[in-house]
């Protein structure tokens, strides 16, 4: 889950940084006639805006996009190939992202695999606001998880898609 978090933050970073050429752009075509301009008429300012802010642009959006899909991905490897554990919802925090007016949330929790040690994790999931009561602290989940990485993804449990084993 961590590059996807170091994409979505550089993301958010990237369109932030590209307002600088853009307010640099209207600023270079202050003072010149309205009209239409080759390229080589702009002033060297508004190019150089034009192009560093189209880099920003397609970075943030390939991070932005990125993102979801890295994670998703990470997600079905760590289920597929994975070692079974429970694990119990110590906190939830809201990332910030719905979709389709349901929340993204953060896990953390404290996974026991039987021939292991404890350990904490996080974990990212859609979660219906329908069901978001049955998601809190103390609820337990099964998990599956990556014994060399020690990232874990939320096993579904039935057709709610709703990871939780406290029902």
């Known amino acids: 889950m961590s590059h996807s978090k170091n994409m979505r933050?550089?993301?958010?970073l990237a369109f932030t940084f590209m307002w600088i050429p853009f307010t640099t752009l209207m600023i270079a075509m202050l003072g010149l006639p309205e009209g239409e301009y080759?390229?080589?008429e702009l002033p060297i300012l508004a190019r150089a805006s034009l192009v560093v802010g189209g880099i920003f642009a397609i970075a943030a959006t390939v991070l932005l996009?990125?993102?979801p899909i890295v994670s998703g991905?990470?997600?079905?490897a760590v289920l597929s190939r994975g070692l079974p554990a429970e694990a119990t919802i110590l906190s939830i925090a809201d990332t910030?992202?719905?979709i389709n007016n349901h929340p993204v949330v953060r896990l953390l929790l404290e996974v026991r695999p039987t021939d292991q040690p404890a350990f904490q994790a996080e974990a990212e999931r859609l979660i219906s606001r329908l069901q978001l009561h049955l998601v809190q602290p103390g609820a337990i989940v099964q998990v599956k998880y990556d014994p060399g990485r020690r990232s874990v993804?939320?096993?579904e449990e039935d057709d709610s898609g709703l990871p939780?084993?406290?029902r």
């Open 38 to 40: 080759a390229w080589s």
């Open 153 to 155: 993804a939320l096993v």
């Open 9 to 12: 933050k550089f993301g958010w």
């Open 65 to 67: 996009v990125g993102a």
């Open 164 to 166: 939780v084993g406290n």
């Open 73 to 76: 991905l990470h997600n079905h």
């Open 96 to 98: 910030g992202t719905t």
